[in-house]
């Protein structure tokens, strides 16, 4: 696997690929690999004649300092995911190769940058869309992976892409679970044995909600979700939403796409979690 650590020694590369005409997939990650990324990269690997990881625990995107410098960092498993699956190139820059010092700009993406997430993480979602704007700009894939874990940061990406014309196409990939249905996320790695138990309640309820989905009014669902996982001790909700998938308003019964989101705190780790309920049209 060739490892870039600049722009301009990737971009480079990348340039020689394409001149050779060769498909460029692209999986952005902040590392901590599991193998919901590696399901990501074996999509790309698919589709693709060059696949392309990024590795960039992205400052702007944590709107919690304390969040940032717990975030795992396992660069060195993570080269030798990669390297097992054989992905062709590791993009992993320092910030200040992404950043230029006290740098600030707004993209905007409308209301869906403020809404679920946005609301318990102010910023996020700006400090989410500048970077991936700047490294789809250095990577100019052909496409680019996403997981359905984080449901609404591929809707608003979508959106930047399309507002900005950027030619690129995006896919969106089934969330991997452990075998117990906990979502593979890098933050899992966070929790302790207790919290981990606790935890499985955001999947358990998910399921039941998607399993009484015919037989249940919306708001019954959601009244027996947010019981559910409020009962659960060491588990903090902070919203359990079940939303139009393309609007992420609250759904109503003539709703064409429905999703479920959870977002919970358990112990220090905050999880977040989702169901499609309604899909294809
Ligand atoms: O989903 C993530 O891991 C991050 O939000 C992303 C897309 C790599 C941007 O930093």
Redesign the pocket.
Known sequence: MKIFTTKETLAQYLLQTRAMGKTIGFV???GALHAGHLSLIEQAQQNNDEVVCSI?V?PS?FNDPKDLEKYPRTIEADIKMLEQVKCDVLFNPAVNEIYDDNEQWHLNTGELEYLLEGKFRPGHYQG?TQ??YKLFNIVKPDTAY??QK?YQ?FLIISKMAEQLNMPVKLVMCPIRREADGLAMSSRNIQLTAEDRVHALILSKTLNRVKDSFDRNKLAELKQEADRMISKEPGVELEYFEIADGDTLHQANEKTKNIIALVAARVGITRLIDNVLLVHGS
């Open positions: 952005p990650t902040m960039f992205n995107q989410v970077v991936v996403f997981g984080d940061q």
